[in-house]
């Protein structure tokens, strides 16, 4: 059973940076593309970064682009999220998801198993 757990989230102030990681388990984890997704409350979930199984392939939302860098280690079965230049916008509770198909993570649809999220906070 695939167990995915968030950490690292917290307040920081607009204009810092913030380093999120999941750690996964109960999967062999170098064969699967990773993502991280975030929601606010009352709005639909959205993608943020994925991965894919070796490091290769990442993709980015045009709002984080250039601000938030996604990685792996398969040695540690983790995936990271560093942001920096936080804004206000980028208030939420990120999430991460695991799944075998790379276009299936990145519409975050068919998801294969999803953590239960860390809350990011940036205050004006």
């Known amino acids: 059973q695939v167990q995915l757990a968030e950490s690292g989230g917290g307040l920081v102030q607009a204009g810092g940076s913030l380093r999120v990681s999941c750690a996964a388990s109960g999967v062999t984890f170098s064969r699967y593309h990773m993502a991280w997704f975030r929601q606010v409350p009352g709005k639909e979930r959205e993608f943020v970064a994925a991965?894919?199984?070796?490091?290769?392939?990442?993709d980015y939302a045009d709002s984080v682009k250039g601000r938030f860098t996604i990685s792996r280690d398969n040695a540690q079965n983790t995936v990271s999220l560093q942001m920096s230049g936080l804004k206000p916008a980028d208030t939420a509770v990120y999430y991460c998801?695991?799944?075998?198909?790379?276009?299936?993570?990145?519409?975050?649809?068919?998801?294969?198993?999803w953590g239960k999220g860390t809350l990011v906070t940036v205050s004006s």
């Open positions: 998801a695991i799944d075998s198909n790379y276009s299936e993570i990145i519409a975050g649809v068919g998801i294969d198993s």
């Open positions: 991965i894919s199984w070796n490091g290769g392939v990442t």
